[in-house]
């Protein structure tokens, strides 16, 4: 069973469909609020996003799955 307004909100057209749904994002930020708030984001957007904490832990996630697109810190270490 659904819940009441549900049916209301997904016909609404104020509000927008995730615009990349199923999208694959790798995002490598060592920065925990960053990575929070950008994984919000685009999970908000219909993407499917894993975190990568280090440049090693975003090798090997690479190595291990395949992404349409990595998002990365210039700065990280």
């Avoid at 749904?21 to 999970?43: C, I, M, Q, S, Y």
């Avoid at 894993?50 to 700065?75: H, K, P, Q």
Wanted: hydrophobic share 50%.
């Amino acid at each position: 069973q659904t819940a009441p307004g549900a049916s209301a909100a997904r016909d609404d057209e104020r509000v927008a469909a995730p615009q990349f749904a199923g999208l694959r994002v790798l995002l490598a930020e060592d920065n925990p609020v960053n990575a929070l708030l950008a994984k919000t984001l685009l999970r908000r957007e219909g993407v499917a996003v894993e975190t990568a904490a280090s440049g090693e832990e975003a090798f090997a996630s690479m190595a291990r799955a395949r992404y349409d697109l990595v998002l990365m810190d210039m700065r990280m270490p």
